[in-house]
């Protein structure tokens, strides 16, 4: 039944750059999180102050995925709003001895 649809695969990317104006996907400029499709820019959100570049990959990935399935771009920012969950010890200074961390 899916294949009688002929469905056509369409590629999105998330990048901590500004994509090129044909590429569909979410990225981040001057602080803002953007998506764009179709050459049409949308602004989402502000991106989370104190999150290293690893994490803003995660979260724009994440943010991708979310609302391909369906969840619109105001749920999303709203959740990020409240803020993101901090895995407990992770990236804390648990002990320090003389030049060991």
């Known amino acids: 039944v899916f294949l009688k649809k002929k469905p056509k695969a369409k590629l999105f990317f998330f990048s901590l750059k500004p994509l090129p104006k044909l590429k569909n996907g979410i990225f981040i400029r ?8 179709g050459g049409i820019v949308k602004r ?3 991106v989370p102050q104190g999150r290293g570049d690893h994490e803003k990959n995660n979260l724009l990935a994440a943010m991708l995925g979310a609302h391909l399935a369906g969840a619109s771009w105001s749920e999303i920012a709203r959740k ?3 803020g993101l969950p901090q895995v407990e010890l992770r990236e804390e ?3 320090k001895r003389k030049n060991v961390m």
């Open 30 to 37: 001057k602080s803002k999180i953007l998506y764009q499709n």
């Open 44 to 46: 989402i959100c502000l």
């Open 80 to 82: 990020i709003k409240k």
């Open 93 to 95: 200074v648990i002990i």
